[in-house]
């Protein structure tokens, strides 16, 4: 792999898509050397970044997501729009890569010219979100696409980290499944900035129409959120390409309006903030497990636990002390 930042930088600002994917793959690499000229190429590439729309889509299982999401990208292609989409995959279990390939999920976009998909593992993080789609994303807009799609694996935590990274996120539904809100938890829908209803389309319009109805007044037993916003609920066909254009009115209308009242920079300050204590805390955690004491200490202390000679409370602390943390 290649070692000089400016490769990097320069590759990643002359909108090189072989370099920005090769750019994140540097991101998601666990070497230490790795890990270090990343910290050195986005400290550069930072002055460039920020000036994108960044959505964040999940969706219940057969929901239509990969169908949505190429069907608005094309649309915003053709409205002169640069799309990147960070699919967040489930990680396959032996080999911690990638099971799923969006760009076969994708096939219209995936050979568009203004649109870069990439596919990353979750890395065994919690709820199968990337640890790195964060820093993917900063990468992306500084490559100069300015709408960055995040898709969820739709796996229940996984949401709460994509929204915590993104400006807008939608939630997309079904209609006719039954009870409309099965499947879906309530602390998602409270993170939705907006729900669209999909696959309104054939003889699925009246049930589409009426799980509108039911997810609007799900939404009114919310307050609106911090920043104002009153989550709205709309309906859409992917396959039919049929309110795809209400659907990005909307979230350039909550843009534009985040940004006039300065509410978007203090909303991404804050996300920021909470990502470098989500950083230190995997920091200490590493470091914790690796120092000399704890290694040592490790394996006793967890068979007198199992065996009941001691506690987890004494067990923990014990190790605790070795490295002189009280």
């Known amino acids: ?12 600002r002359s909108g090189s ?13 666990a070497l230490d050397a790795h890990q270090t000229l990343t910290a050195r190429v986005m400290e550069r590439l930072l ?11 999940t969706g219940v299982p057969g929901v239509g997501k990969s169908t949505f999401i190429e069907s608005l990208g094309m649309y915003l292609i053709s409205l002169g729009h640069r799309v990147a989409i960070l699919a967040v995959d489930p990680s396959s279990v032996r080999s911690g890569g990638s099971i799923m390939g969006d760009k076969t999920r994708m096939e219209k976009l995936a050979i568009e010219e203004n649109a870069f998909i990439r596919p990353s593992p979750s890395g065994g993080t919690l709820g199968g979100v990337s640890r790195k789609t964060r820093e993917a994303t900063l990468v992306c807009e500084a490559a100069g696409y300015d709408v960055i799609i995040v898709e969820t694996v739709g796996v229940g935590q996984s949401e709460v ?12 539904m079904l209609a006719g499944a039954g009870d409309e809100l099965q499947g879906i938890k309530r602390g998602i829908v409270e993170l939705a900035d907006a729900i669209a209803v999909n696959k309104t389309d054939g003889d699925n319009i ?7 109805k039911i997810y609007e007044n799900a939404i009114h037993l919310f307050a609106p959120s911090e920043w ?24 350039q209308t ?6 006039a009242t300065g509410a978007l920079h203090h909303k991404r300050q804050q996300q920021a903030q909470e990502w470098m204590g989500q950083l230190l805390e995997e920091g200490l955690k590493e470091w914790f497990y690796q120092t000399p004491q704890v290694r040592r200490l490790m394996p006793e202390l967890t068979n007198a636990v199992a ?6 409370t004494a067990a923990v602390k014990k190790m605790l002390n070795a490295v002189n943390i009280h």
């Open 1 to 12: 792999m290649q070692m000089d930042p400016d490769y990097y930088v320069t590759g990643v």
């Open 254 to 259: 909550y843009h534009d309006t985040m940004t």
């Open 307 to 312: 065996n009941g000679t001691t506690t987890p």
């Open 206 to 212: 009246d049930k589409a129409l009426n799980a509108k």
């Open 47 to 57: 002055p460039y970044t920020g000036n994108s729309i960044r959505l964040g889509i």
């Open 161 to 172: 980290s994509v929204a915590s990274m993104v400006d807008f996120f939608l939630l997309l």
């Open 17 to 29: 898509r072989k370099i920005l994917a090769k750019t994140i793959t540097l991101i998601e690499s």
């Open 228 to 251: 104002g916003w009153t989550p709205r609920v709309l309906t859409c066909s992917a396959l039919e390409t049929t309110g795809i254009d209400e659907i990005w009115t909307m979230v």
